[in-house]
């Protein structure tokens, strides 16, 4: 018997207006509403098409498809009224990866959001008088507890020739704190308030591009600003800063290498003579730290990552950095710095346009708390760069043991890996790990993968060397549970 052509089997298909009057879309219709239902019907008949096309579908196969039309449309139905952005187990140990979200909030965090989204807050209202308020007392007021001591004192300031204006600027109380959106909005409001009209003297090696296409030649462009760059990628000398300053010139800036290092031939202008530079010229000096820590990193294992406090002490006007990085909060840019700059960073219209909302502050209230506490632990980024390989080693090991006992087809050994931070934030740092090589008879590797990433929940993994590799330092130690399980599922 001659099998159908492809157009003979496209003639098969049911209009969607024909799907939608048999009687068990039409019900679907009157509980869903007919939009939702006309979608999924589309969309099911356009993928019968594309297997068509693709060769995937007989007659015979065809004939199977639409007598199960209902329950393709109810499925397709389920699927586009069900959450897009959802929860998955992230075991590729990244700890800030920016395709799953960056930094997981400490639950100190949910709650405090559940408790003021869920009904009406003190949001921009002053309860003690009464009147309106400001949004972002909530959290300058901790960020001031957090900073405290950052500018140097009055001695240490004399030592390093610091300028009058710096030392009016000694006591914690002048550091302030502004909100936006994100880094790339702090730093496009810093240069617009600090030197739109005016030039920004910044070192050829620091204009980077980090993910999204994020560039900072093109943030100046935006911020009203003029880009006078100096130096080469690889050398640059505080006598580059020194020779381009002009009548033009609003600002020094320094910029973080958060996704990248420079080696070899290499020089670079310290801290302190950019600060000495930039007082002496009595000029800001701003930098856009990227990632941006409130505590030593070297206690989690990280070196050569400077932390928003170092900044500060070594006499650093304004600092940029993420909430959702090493802060570990949600996602925000936060400026930091001398209370007379943010001030005017405030009073700037371009802030209302980037400001945050009650989440962020509720979210970001609660992480700084935790600080403030020195609850660390509560902190799921500081939690998972503090443990270390011989606990991640434990858990990989009761996991293997348990799915190695199912008898199934799924090999599983223990080797040694490396985690590393992600997000932007120490490129050249790794934290040793224990990892999970996984391996199936007749499933290749990226089919292994790919059958774990359409698990539910998606747990997401890396491929090397022809093995599916998982790390459990990013792994909540209640989803291990959720991995085994998984894992003994996979025929």
Known sequence: ????????????????????????????????????????????????????????????????????????????????????????????????????????????????????????????????????????????????????????????????????????????????????????????????????????????????????????????????????????????????????????????????????????????????????????????????????ALVDLRNFGLRGEASVLDSLRAGIDVVTYSGDKLLGGPQAGLLSGRGDLISRMRSNSLFRALRVDKLTYAALEATLLAYLKHDYEAIPTLKMMSLSKAEIGVRAEALAKSVRSSERRVKVEIIDGESVVGGGAAPSSVLPTRLLAVTCAEISADELSTRLRRSDPPIISRVEEGRVLLDLRTVFPAQDRLIEDTLRRIE
């Not at 400490?106 to 009406?120: D, I, P, V």
């Not at 921009?124 to 950052?150: C, M, P, T, W, Y």
Request: glycine share 8%; net charge neutral.
């Open 1 to 292: 018997m001659k099998a159908a052509s492809k157009t003979e089997l496209y003639r098969e298909l049911p209009s969607v207006d024909a799907l939608m009057r048999t009687p068990g879309v039409s019900q679907m219709s009157e509980t869903h509403g007919g939009i939702a239902v006309t979608d999924a019907a589309r969309t099911v008949v356009a993928r019968l098409r594309e297997e068509i096309a693709s060769g995937l579908l007989d007659a015979a196969a065809l004939r199977l498809a639409l007598d199960g039309m209902d329950t393709a449309i109810a499925s397709q139905l389920r699927k586009s009224l069900s959450h897009s952005l959802r929860p998955v187990i992230n075991a590729t140990g990244v700890i800030l990866h920016t395709n799953l979200g960056r930094a997981p909030l400490a639950e100190t965090a949910l709650n405090h959001l559940r408790e003021t989204a869920g009904q009406y807050s003190n949001l921009e209202f002053d309860i003690e008088n009464g009147e309106r308020g400001k949004r972002d007392v909530h959290v300058d007021r901790l960020f001031r507890q957090a900073l405290a001591g950052s500018f140097p004192e009055p001695a240490a300031s004399k030592a390093s020739n610091i300028s009058r204006r710096q030392l009016s600027a000694v006591s914690s109380n002048v550091i302030s704190t502004i909100v936006v959106n994100n880094n790339a909005a702090a730093v496009l409001l810093a240069l617009n308030s600090l030197a739109d009209g005016g030039e920004v003297i910044v070192s050829r090696g620091e204009l980077v591009e980090i993910g999204g296409s994020f560039r900072i030649p093109d943030v100046m462009a935006k911020s009203g600003a003029t880009l006078h760059e100096v130096g080469t990628t690889n050398r640059t000398r505080i006598a580059d800063y020194e020779k381009a300053i002009n009548e033009k010139t609003r600002l020094l800036l320094r910029v973080h290498r958060s996704n990248f290092e420079i080696t070899g031939f290499t020089e670079q202008p310290s801290i302190s003579e950019l600060v000495e530079l930039a007082h002496h010229r009595n000029l800001p000096l701003m930098e856009d730290l990227g990632s941006g």
